[in-house]
């Protein structure tokens, strides 16, 4: 029913977080807003409450796009273009779904690259030399060799 990172469906109706507690976590309907007072338990992504009654229809064509979305950003991490990556995700959807997409290609472009960029930062410039720390990824080199000598003073 649950996959990683994501909210999870059920038959039709998706749902975030509300809190967690101990090994629970509880899920309140993604239209709450609108009055829909669904909610559901699940313990190590298994659910263990009666499925809820809606006050709703299911949002089939949401689900696509948060499932597309949510694809998109987990291949933002790839060297694709991201225009690239965008155009494959509408590619898949049917008209209802692009119609509840609600922005266009460059919307699905800029995402994956705000994910591609938030996954690789760089480290912060250090304030002094003591706050000098230089990470394994840049003193390595693609052959894991280390590109400063032993016997050599950084400064």
Same mark, same amino acid.
Request: aromatic share 6%.
């Given at each position: 029913?649950?996959? $990683?990172?994501?909210?999870?469906?059920?038959?039709?109706?998706?749902?975030?977080?509300?809190?967690?507690?101990?090994?629970?976590?509880?899920?309140?309907?993604?239209?709450?807003?609108?009055?829909?007072?669904?909610?559901?338990?699940?313990?190590?992504?298994?659910?263990?409450?009666?499925?809820?009654?809606?006050?709703?229809?299911?949002?089939?064509?949401?689900?696509?796009?948060?499932? $597309?979305? $949510?694809?998109?950003?987990?291949?933002?991490?790839?060297?694709?273009?991201?225009?690239?990556?965008?155009?494959?995700?509408?590619?898949?959807?049917?008209?209802?779904?692009?119609?509840?997409?609600?922005?266009?290609?460059?919307? /699905?472009?800029?995402? $994956?690259?705000?994910?591609?960029?938030?996954?690789?930062?760089?480290?912060?410039?250090?304030?002094?030399?003591?706050? /000098?720390?230089?990470?394994?990824?840049?003193?390595?080199?693609?052959?894991?060799?280390?590109?400063?000598?032993?016997?050599?003073?950084?400064?």
């Amino acid at each position: 029913m649950l996959k $990683a990172n994501m909210n999870p469906i059920l038959n039709g109706f998706r749902f975030i977080l509300n809190r967690r507690k101990d090994d629970a976590t509880y899920w309140k309907c993604s239209l709450f807003t609108t009055g829909c007072p669904a909610r559901i338990t699940t313990v190590d992504e298994q659910l263990i409450s009666p499925v809820p009654v809606h006050t709703h229809e299911p949002q089939h064509a949401e689900n696509t796009v948060h499932i $597309a979305k $949510a694809g998109t950003e987990k291949k933002s991490w790839t060297d694709l273009p991201t225009k690239y990556l965008a155009a494959e995700t509408v590619s898949g959807m049917g008209f209802e779904a692009r119609s509840k997409l609600g922005c266009q290609i460059s919307g /699905l472009s800029r995402m $994956a690259r705000r994910k591609r960029h938030a996954v690789s930062r760089h480290p912060l410039n250090p304030t002094s030399l003591e706050t /000098l720390t230089i990470p394994s990824d840049y003193i390595l080199s693609s052959n894991n060799e280390c590109m400063i000598p032993k016997k050599q003073k950084i400064f």
